[in-house]
């Protein structure tokens, strides 16, 4: 190719005849020829098929953000659907595990968002003579409750009932107070104080689940 431009830079003497058109005496100015021997860029439409191809993305990316707010909306919806929620403790720490305080923050503040009272039952299954700490765990859960935002609501204590499984007295609970949502930590279901497997039998309301 460059040897190419080498013989189109070379000047050559005009001929009296007129000799058929050829690489080194081209029927159109050198100058365009040398245009045309020099690389051309891509052809105009592949540029544009490739401007509309991104466009296109970029309008289907727009498109599906533009549904996100949809479902946030349906979210807050059902929410406010929740005016009263459950919060059962099972935990005997008299500070508050890790879980309940999660599970209390997060109670509070769907509560405050969405205007709905909270009832907090604690569970045990030995009588209160038998927990010394209790009353600094009740001093615990005021608080934290507080800290919320929320001094007004509910505190139940199902204390001493043996074997009965702290899920079926959620679930009475549940039932008796005409709840609409239940809030439980993780944490207690891996520590064995609430059953998962018995939440969808006794459980008459929508339950969260919080990971820890």
């Not at 919060?87 to 008299?94: F, K, W």
């Not at 009588?127 to 609501?153: M, V």
């Not at 018995?198 to 919080?210: N, Q, R, T, Y």
Request: with cysteine.
């Amino acid at each position: 190719m460059a040897f190419a431009h080498y013989l189109v830079a070379v000047p050559i003497e005009p001929s009296l005849k007129s000799p058929k058109p050829s690489i080194l005496n081209p029927p159109f100015p050198i100058s365009s020829y040398t245009l045309n021997l020099s690389p051309s860029l891509p052809p105009k439409p592949h540029r544009q098929q490739s401007l509309f191809s991104r466009f296109r993305r970029v309008h289907h990316k727009a498109k599906a953000k533009a549904q996100e707010p949809e479902v946030s909306a349906a979210t807050d919806s059902a929410f406010t659907q929740f005016k009263h929620l459950l919060l059962p403790i099972t935990d005997r720490n008299p500070y508050l595990s890790e879980g309940t305080r999660q599970a209390i923050s997060t109670t509070t503040a769907l509560a405050k968002k969405y205007g709905a009272d909270i009832t907090v039952v604690v569970i045990d299954e030995q009588q209160k003579e038998s927990l010394p700490e209790h009353e600094t765990q009740l001093s615990s859960i005021r608080w934290h409750i507080s800290e919320g935002g929320f001094k007004d609501y509910n505190l139940l204590e199902r204390l001493g009932e043996g074997s009965k499984q702290p899920t079926a007295i959620i679930g009475d609970v549940a039932d008796d107070l005409n709840l609409d949502l239940v809030v439980i930590s993780m944490e207690a279901i891996h520590t064995k104080h609430i059953d998962a497997n018995l939440l969808a039998e006794f459980i008459p309301c929508p339950v969260m689940l919080l990971p820890l």
